[in-house]
């Protein structure tokens, strides 16, 4: 169904939107549960795409888990999710109706679950325009115990910021936004229902807490882009994009 414009408009100005209970209790327990397969190694996972928490043994459990990735070439029932037809209508609305899949992810998020400090997606994604849309299902109750998204409004319209201060994430160094650019006093919690949605900006700045519940947060991201972006990346490295609805574009990815 066609989204509110008003809806789109907020999306625009804000870089983010939230469309509660967007799936069915029955479609998120069905993801849950091909979760739960991957963690317990019942069902076939790369070992290459799992990351485990630092200083979690390298043990398939929901407990050491940190986040799945390359879902889409992993798993046909985490694929599935991301071609399901109500999210693909939202992704419409946002960036047109040729929508290829760039990739997706599964964060984990178990109890003591270490936090993610403010990045952007897009200065890590080899792809122009920088304007593609993520869509976050919640597999889980989200809230800021469990270590919600955390977002700037508006600042996707800051364009690519210099991702410069370290972050170690146990032995691994990744990247983040220098404290000094982000506004916390404009931050916003998104705090969701299992089922519900969350939409950001590959721009939009945010992050995430650390889980201080008992329980997993679990979240699966798929990331979209127009049929008609343009990979930036080595010519040789250039994937195979997986085309969800509309047309393919000579000479784009």
Known sequence: MPLDPELVERYQRDGF??????LTAAEIETVRQ????IASAAAAYRDADIEYEPGAPRVRDLAYIRKLNNCEHNDDVLLNAAKHPKILDVVEAL?????KLFGEQLFMKPPGGVEKPYHQDSPYFHIEPMAL?????ALDDVTEENGCLKV???SHTLGPLPH??????GERADMKIPDGRIDRRREVHIVMKAGSVSFHHSLLMHASGPNRTTYSRRGLAAHYMSAKSRWTGKVEQKPAYVLLHGREYADCV
């Open 17 to 22: 939107l939230v469309i509660e209970n967007l």
């Open 34 to 37: 091909r979760v739960s397969d």
């Open 95 to 99: 960036i047109g109706p040729d929508i």
């Open 133 to 137: 849309v993520s869509a976050w299902i």
């Open 152 to 154: 700037i409004p508006g």
């Open 164 to 169: 410069s201060d370290v972050w170690m994430v």
